[in-house]
């Protein structure tokens, strides 16, 4: 594509497993990311999703005693809720109105950024004021997408140089 690779993102589906699961999935999801017991994070390609501090982040914004324990969703799941295949998610069009999480590494990015386009070879070019709008990924919010830091920290990174 010819992208820098910091403006290249990925979408991940995550359960909140200390949340029950609901009969039918769907009944699983709420507009409310503190509520939901799935979630839609945004973060770029280059950086890797720390879970812990994404349930951190969330605890800190939350106004109930609510409790995460965040984990990658199943492929099933992720297929049924997103209505896209692994390697192919987006936030745009899925199938169930999922909260997102935005990474704070890419709402702080400004310019342009790529995400996933619903098939695994497309990508969809946003700006990232447009991705952080209400109603923008999740039709009908009135809220933007919560922004949070849910990566690691570069000396955590694991990277011994």
Not at 48 to 61: C, G, I, N, V
Not at 130 to 135: A, E, F, R
Request: glycine content about 6%.
């Amino acid at each position: 594509m010819g992208a820098p690779k910091d403006t290249l993102c990925k979408s991940i589906l995550l359960v909140n497993s200390a949340l029950a699961e609901a009969t039918p999935l769907s009944a699983s999801v709420s507009p409310d990311v503190f509520s939901s017991r799935y979630v839609l994070v945004v973060l770029q390609y280059v950086t890797r999703l720390d879970t812990d501090a994404l349930a951190k982040a969330l605890r800190a914004q939350c106004t109930t005693s609510a409790t995460f324990k965040l984990n990658v969703a199943p492929a099933e799941a992720s297929d049924e809720l997103s209505g896209f295949s692994h390697n192919a998610v987006t936030p745009f069009g899925m199938h169930c109105a999922v909260p997102v999480v935005v990474s704070r590494s890419v709402a702080d990015k400004g310019g342009f950024v790529w995400l996933g386009g619903g098939e695994v070879d497309m990508k969809l070019r946003i700006p990232v004021a447009q991705l952080l709008k209400p109603g923008v990924l999740v039709p009908g919010a009135t809220a933007a997408p919560i922004v949070v830091d849910c990566t690691p920290r570069r000396e955590d990174d694991g990277d011994d140089e």
